[in-house]
């Protein structure tokens, strides 16, 4: 049987922009994408602190090291900018493999750097 376990968290970053004007999605950093093992088209929740709203959206490959977090499309309704947020992925797993999986955490500073 498989389960979903947390695979990846990026956490506290701050929302650099919201595009409404753009089709969907959230733009991220390929710094930090790489860093969390994330990926281009991967689908992830968004979990905002400041206003409790959790959404699910796909990522967009932003420059290396801009250190941009960019709500798109309808996800721009959900966040303003400086809001806080984490965002996660999750893999299926076996209970078996889960036991031995260690997730990707990449905690985020208040300037979007890569904190540990």
Do not use: W
Not at 1 to 24: C, P, Q, S, W
Not at 57 to 71: E, P
Not at 80 to 108: H, N, R, S, W
């Amino acid at each position: 049987m498989l389960l979903e376990f947390l695979y990846a968290k990026i956490h506290r970053a701050t929302v650099t922009d919201a595009n409404l004007n753009y089709v969907g999605s959230i733009t991220i950093d390929k710094e930090i994408l790489e860093k969390a093992k994330l990926y281009e088209g991967q689908k992830v929740d968004i979990l905002n602190i400041n206003n409790g709203e959790r959404f699910q959206t796909y990522i967009i490959a932003g420059k290396y090291g801009k250190k941009d977090f960019c709500l798109n499309g309808a996800a721009a309704r959900k966040a303003q900018i400086g809001d806080k947020i984490i965002i996660c992925a999750y893999a299926q797993m076996t209970i078996e493999e889960a036991k031995l999986f260690k997730p990707y955490i990449v905690q985020i500073d208040d300037e979007n750097n890569i904190a540990g």
